[in-house]
């Protein structure tokens, strides 16, 4: 495989870049054990301080699980939560683990994911499930998860963090997302940047360019 010039570093978003996404079907979920008076709740749910400490690392399991029940005021036990808030990881096409497989033999490859400890784990058994592959630490060379980092895209400082932590310039890393305000954030930072905007858009890039 042809390398691409001066690009050192390929870093990957998650969700709908790696795994097939769809946030309505745990908007919907929701719905289903809502009275119809509630479902205002559930369609704000993604955009609620309780996910935003979640993805950042603010608070655990079981304080995620407690804040939601207290959220929407029901007593859910924690195998509905969870049910309903995995419900949006759909598949991992195995053709994108092949295609990160090669794409290692020429460069070091990184995710870079706005996620949470309950949706990486399921993530990870629907790897094992799909690609029969136990880990992304198999795949990846390195992993840098916002729960983990303490930061959400597009705050500057996860782009600055993965720069250091990487030792490399930031115009030697080539970025993709699906989403333009985490590309513009990562431009800003000295990212190269590619718009994922259809599901497969990262892997025609390489089919076409190198």
Not at 52 to 74: H, M, N, P, Q, Y
Not at 82 to 107: A, C, F, G, H
Request: aromatic share 10%; proline share 3%.
């Amino acid at each position: 495989m042809k390398k691409l010039r001066e690009v050192d570093f390929l870093i990957f978003d998650l969700g709908n870049v790696i795994i097939d996404i769809d946030i309505p079907l745990t908007v919907n979920l929701l719905k289903q054990n809502l009275q119809d008076t509630e479902h205002g709740l559930a369609e704000d749910f993604f955009k609620s301080q309780i996910h935003a400490d979640f993805e950042t690392g603010r608070i655990a399991d079981l304080e995620f699980r407690d804040s939601v029940r207290k959220a929407f005021s029901k007593e859910w036990e924690d195998q509905l939560i969870d049910e309903m808030w995995n419900s949006l990881l759909v598949r991992i096409p195995q053709e994108r683990i092949d295609m990160l497989r090669k794409l290692k033999s020429t460069y070091k490859i990184c995710m870079l994911s706005n996620t949470n400890s309950i949706h990486f784990k399921k993530v990870e058994e629907i790897l094992l499930r799909d690609c029969g592959v136990h880990c992304f630490s198999s795949i990846f060379d390195r992993l840098f998860l916002s729960y983990e980092m303490g930061y959400k895209k597009p705050d500057p400082a996860i782009y600055h963090e993965v720069i250091k932590q990487l030792n490399s310039e930031p115009h030697r890393c080539l970025f993709f997302d699906d989403l333009e305000d985490n590309l513009k954030a990562a431009e800003k930072a000295g990212l190269r940047t590619y718009h994922v905007d259809h599901p497969n858009a990262w892997m025609g890039y390489f089919k076409n360019n190198v």
